[in-house]
């Protein structure tokens, strides 16, 4: 069974630090991994999309890189905004046919601090 | 907006009362989802949709009943829920085949409280 972490859970940085969030998940049979955003009581907000075949995925200051065989995941975010204050979830989808379900890991709350 | 619109956005219910929550996707999307949050626990996957065919149920309680009814319309029908069902319930949707780049979608979700 596919079991996803992220650490760390919580997170408080100063404003305009670069940082780095880490995912890491136990079947390396991936068809993707996906990173959302979380406002506090709000639904998922899709950031980046990396398919198994590829290392990295950039929006803006977002930066998402996979390394499928060692089953991990980073999302780097420069200079870190108020704004940028959110949970982010990663999330993979199985390689198998069976479905297209995502399976979640606990999230990292981050706080940006002005 | 997102593309998957979810109604109502809050919601209170009685423990005997019967309710439906609604999500609605206009993406050209074939497979619909629904989740729940609950509070500091991973989201936790309920029921999943192909082309309006149920294709998982995650060992949900009867008292959720889901219903799509085309490929665009998810519903969730509530009835005699208890107050440990209150949580976030967020529907999805993304394409269901593969070789596609596009991934998940969500909506904004349904804040339920079970009274």
């Known amino acids: 069974k596919q079991e996803v972490t992220q650490i760390p859970a919580a997170l408080s940085v100063p404003e305009g630090e670069n940082l780095v969030l880490n995912c890491s998940f136990t079947?390396?049979?991936?068809?993707?991994l996906q990173w959302f955003r979380q406002d506090p009581g709000k639904g998922l907000t899709s950031l980046l999309l990396?398919?198994?075949?590829?290392r990295e995925q950039t929006s803006g200051r977002l930066n998402a890189s996979l390394d499928k065989s060692s089953g991990r995941s980073t999302l780097y975010i420069a200079a870190s905004q108020p704004g940028d204050s959110a949970t982010y979830l990663c999330a993979v989808t199985p390689l198998e046919n069976a479905g297209n379900m995502l399976t979640f890991g606990g999230g990292t709350r981050l706080m940006v601090k002005p | 907006e997102t593309g998957v619109t979810q109604t109502p956005r809050h919601l209170v219910m009685g423990m005997t009362n019967k309710k439906s929550l609604k999500c609605e996707q206009h993406l050209g999307h074939n497979a619909m989802y629904w989740y729940k949050q609950s509070a500091k626990k991973p989201l936790e996957l309920m029921f999943v949709y192909n082309f309006k065919e149920q294709t998982e149920n995650n060992s949900v309680p009867s008292r959720f009943s889901p219903e799509c009814p085309n490929s665009s319309h998810l519903f969730l029908h509530l009835h005699t829920l208890q107050p440990e069902d209150s949580a976030l319930y967020l529907c999805?949707?993304?394409?269901?085949?593969?070789?596609?780049?596009?991934?998940?979608?969500f909506g904004s979700g349904t804040r339920l409280t079970v009274v």
């Open positions: 999805a949707s993304s394409p269901p085949a593969r070789g596609t780049t596009d991934g998940y979608t």
């Open positions: 990396i398919q198994s075949s590829q």
């Open positions: 079947d390396s049979a991936i068809y993707n």
